[in-house]
């Protein structure tokens, strides 16, 4: 049985932390940013926790 391939683009995005949960950046700031108030930019800068629902799915992207 050939091994397990962990999901490339899921292994960029997410980090796992100490505790066992996974971090994620926010969205929307990567382009189409003049017209967003410097307040929201500011916000988003800042990294979050992946949600209770999604973390089996981000988990079994990340199995290798």
């Keep these: 049985m050939p091994k397990m391939k962990s999901n490339r683009g899921a292994s960029k995005t ?5 505790s066992g949960k996974f971090k994620r950046k926010s969205s929307f700031k990567r382009h189409i940013l003049t017209k967003k108030s410097s307040k929201r930019i500011r916000q988003l800068r800042h990294t979050s926790l992946v ?9 079994k992207m990340l199995i290798s």
Excluded: L, Y
């Design 14 to 18: 997410f980090r796992k932390t100490a």
């Design 51 to 59: 949600s209770k629902a999604d973390e089996k799915r981000v988990k």
